[in-house]
């Protein structure tokens, strides 16, 4: 049963600064050996105003049970939440009008047309945007009069977006939003989530996707087994868990790796499979290490091919959090 505690924020910002408060969160389900099983596990994080937060997590990390508690959609077993200083539990209605879902699977009247079917969620609300303008911000404007049915699946799915802001929400909520989508539809939904941003509104995004996480989010929080990892900016997510930057290269005679190692920025070197004229250089400075290397080749006359720079990406910050075994 859902209960409401009264709790003293301990958050950077302040609770005018966040559109969405989550504390102490729990969420119970059977387990199938017996007993029960935190989904959620005791989650606090909050989506600062006309930010994109990114969710993060393996299959069954609790990502999802979450989403749908602060959008009231399933009671939680304990903990509170805030939207738009709102307790969705205790009045939806308000919570309803000004939030926005895109569910990872939707069902439409089959007859209705979108243009239609936009106006029918429309007439709901008491504030509405322009059936035709929300099918243009996601190139949908010459199916207006299509039937659901007749779209394709990366379509369908865009369609799923625009409904979710039929009503102009101050927050909205997409669970996996361009899972299906081939990359221009993909490169079109994140223009679409990016204006999102741009005009005031929250955004709260899971994905699969670890570049669009990157590119799309303002801050990050990785869910695993029910609890929040680790929240911060991409940048400081990487900085902390990601692997090293390197740097590799060819030179046109060999080289030794105790001359690479004393350059600046350079933390260690390495032969690469071709022997003594392919090298990896850990680095812990890129614009440090690479103009030492190129200052360092050009007084040895040393010419440098093929270069190029591994720089760790969230990804890696993900499989280094979440570990790499497979989970259903």
Known sequence: ????????STLEHTVTDDAVTVR??????????????????????????GEVLGILGPNGAGKTTTLEIIEGLTAADGGSVSVLGLDPFVE??????RIGIQLQSSAYFE??????????????????????????????????????????????????????????PDVVFLDEPTTGLDPQARRNLWDVIDGLSEEGRTVILTT???????TLA??????????????????????????ETNVRFVTDRPTSTADLERLPGVRSAANGPAGHTSHT???????VAVPA????AAQASVSITDLTIHRPTLEDVFLNITGRRLRD
């Open 111 to 168: 007859f209705l047309r979108l243009e239609e079917l936009l106006n029918l969620f429309g007439d709901l609300y008491p504030k509405r945007l322009d059936p035709v303008g929300l099918l243009a911000r996601v190139g949908l404007e010459d199916k207006r009069k299509a039937l659901v049915g007749e779209l394709s699946g990366g379509q369908a799915q865009r369609f799923a977006i625009v409904a979710a802001l039929v009503n102009d």
């Open 293 to 296: 290397l190129f200052n360092w």
């Open 24 to 49: 102490g969160l729990f969420k119970y389900y059977p387990h199938p050996d017996g007993g029960t099983f935190a989904a959620v596990d005791g989650i606090d994080i909050a989506a600062h105003r």
């Open 281 to 287: 250089l850990d680095v812990s400075a890129t614009d």
């Open 218 to 243: 303002d801050r990050v929080a990785v869910i695993d087994h029910g609890r929040i990892v680790d929240l911060d900016t991409p940048t400081s997510l990487i900085d902390r868990h990601g692997s």
């Open 208 to 214: 699969h996707y670890m570049e669009e996480a990157e």
């Open 92 to 97: 939806p209605n308000e919570v309803q009008k």
């Open 1 to 8: 049963m859902h209960q409401t505690m009264t709790t003293t």
